[in-house]
């Protein structure tokens, strides 16, 4: 079954046992998030078992930082990753809602239960759990010391997108993306993107 919800109220970043992600640049706000707290508070003190995955890029907000220490000190489950495939809220494994435009989650979202749809967003959910880094943890590097950030930043502009793309893509400002990509630049001494192709390709960042 395929319902449509009709979402004046934005399908919220939070996600009890299914992922969570936006196309939006920016983080919730604080009102936002605060609104959120009665109805978690609620299943967390039933016991219900809530895992949420955010962008990397909200380590950086302070509302939601604070949010996601108040989540995982009642219980739940709290990790993040560079790019979400998807923004989506699953319920006891047989109920999800997905956005009807990722784009502008405000236009309401669809109500699915259809049992291999939601075998397959489950799926989708657990690999993207597994690839994901605990809230709290600090960030790895790899041999060449970039953040899982940093080289889907790389990939997404070697694939074509354009900073202001990639930046909604990881939920980054645009001003935020340039920064990242002027100090990649400084780390290959590269006075253009064009000069920092070859030796970003050599250096297995792309």
Avoid at 70 to 77: H, K
Wanted: charged residues 25%.
């Amino acid at each position: 079954m395929i319902a449509w919800v009709d979402g004046r109220a934005e399908l919220g970043p939070r996600a009890p046992d299914g992922a969570g992600g936006s196309e939006r640049r920016r983080a919730q706000s604080a009102a936002s998030l605060q609104a959120s707290r009665p109805g978690n508070e609620e299943l967390l003190a039933r016991g219900v078992a809530m895992r949420t995955v955010y962008l990397d890029s909200v380590r950086k907000d302070r509302a939601t930082v604070r949010h996601a220490e108040w989540l995982t000190g009642l219980g739940c489950a709290v990790r993040t990753v560079p790019a979400l495939p998807l923004r989506m809220m699953v319920i006891d494994r047989r109920v999800a809602l997905v956005p009807i435009d990722p784009a502008n989650t405000r236009k309401g979202a669809v109500q699915i239960s259809s049992p291999g749809v939601i075998t397959a967003l489950l799926s989708l959910f657990e690999q993207t759990w597994a690839d994901a880094t605990p809230f709290g943890a600090p960030r790895e590097r790899d041999e060449q010391g970039l953040t899982r950030q940093e080289q889907e930043l790389l990939r997404l502009l070697g694939q074509g997108y354009t900073d202001e793309a990639a930046g909604k893509h990881l939920g980054l400002s645009l001003r935020t993306v340039r920064r990242m990509m002027a100090d990649l630049m400084d780390r290959l001494g590269a006075r253009s993107r064009f000069e920092a192709g070859l030796p970003a390709g050599r250096s297995g960042w792309l």
